[in-house]
């Protein structure tokens, strides 16, 4: 997003990536705190969220999808 003209001027630092939040069977939250001009948080935050999405998908990594297993048993 820094090198496109379109949002690079609403960033006022490179994001910064915290790390790893948690961890699960649907996924991790990975923290990133992103500095943005006031009132464009939203915007950027939705865009940014769109740009992983995309690279994702590009390299073939699915996002965690939660598994669910029903098992019958019958009673006697």
């Known amino acids: 997003?820094?090198?496109n003209k379109q949002w690079s001027d609403y960033?006022?630092?490179a994001p910064e990536i915290l790390g790893i939040d948690?961890?699960?069977s649907s996924g991790c939250l990975?923290?990133?705190w992103i500095r943005t001009q006031p009132l464009a948080q939203w915007?950027?935050?939705r865009e940014f969220r769109l740009q992983i999405k995309?690279?994702?998908d590009r390299e073939?990594?699915?996002l965690g999808a939660p598994i669910q297993n029903v098992f019958?048993?019958?009673q006697k």
């Open 54 to 56: 995309e690279a994702f």
């Open 30 to 32: 990975i923290r990133v």
């Open 43 to 45: 915007s950027v935050g």
């Open 60 to 62: 073939g990594i699915t």
């Open 72 to 74: 019958f048993s019958r």
């Open 11 to 13: 960033l006022l630092d």
């Open 22 to 24: 948690q961890v699960q």
């Open 1 to 3: 997003m820094r090198d």
